[in-house]
């Protein structure tokens, strides 16, 4: 089994913030591997086997994937989730790990920007050190609404598809509270980066 002893996890729920603490951590210098960058790379990468599956009616007007259309199947339909997943996971996994592994040899703190993390937890075991980005779920149901134009049950629905934001707190090995302002959330990272350089 890999070991990864300098991977931090940044995880959260949709809403949560995740988004300006990894842009914050890159700001500082650090090494971010995406998750969702490489799914997107992945996508167009596995084309051709999407498409066999699928069919063309998810290819846009210049024949790539529409993440849209694709998304609407997948989403109402579990089975096809699925296949999706089996297509795409492995790649992305074996991508995550070899970026993963360049950054080891460096022996600096890197981070791991994973947004399903925990509830996909048991296909990225290998990464031992976790922070959640919190905020209390009627905060992330407001920033949904506010940043979406939701409304308040299509608000619910996308944050219920998740893990319960509380759950993950307890989970996770660091937390990074996200439920003021910006400046509230640049101490906090300050605080969590203070940390593991210790540890470090």
Request: hydrophobic share 40%.
């Amino acid at each position: 089994m890999q070991n990864f002893p300098n991977a931090y996890v940044i995880t959260g729920s949709i809403a949560s913030g995740k988004s300006t603490v990894v842009n914050l951590l890159k700001e500082r210098g650090f090494s971010v591997i995406d998750a969702d960058l490489i799914a997107h790379e992945q996508l167009e990468i596995c084309k051709c086997e999407i498409v066999e599956v699928f069919g063309e009616q998810i290819l846009d007007e210049t024949g790539k994937i529409d993440r849209k259309k694709l998304g609407a199947i997948v989403f109402n339909e579990p089975k096809k989730l699925k296949n999706l997943e089996q297509i795409l996971h492995p790649k992305i996994k074996a991508e995550i790990f070899f970026k993963a592994s360049q950054l080891e040899r460096l022996g600096e703190i890197y981070f791991v920007d994973i947004p399903l993390f925990f509830e996909k937890k048991n296909r990225y075991s290998e990464f031992k050190n976790v922070a959640v980005i919190y905020a209390p779920k009627e905060l992330l149901l407001s920033r949904l609404m506010s940043r979406n134009g939701l409304s308040l049950e299509d608000a619910k629905a996308r944050v219920e598809l998740q893990m319960n934001i509380e759950k993950k707190r307890k989970m996770a090995k660091f937390i990074i509270d996200n439920s003021s302002d910006r400046e509230h959330l640049k101490l906090e990272l300050e605080k969590f980066l203070g940390q593991i350089c210790a540890i470090s």
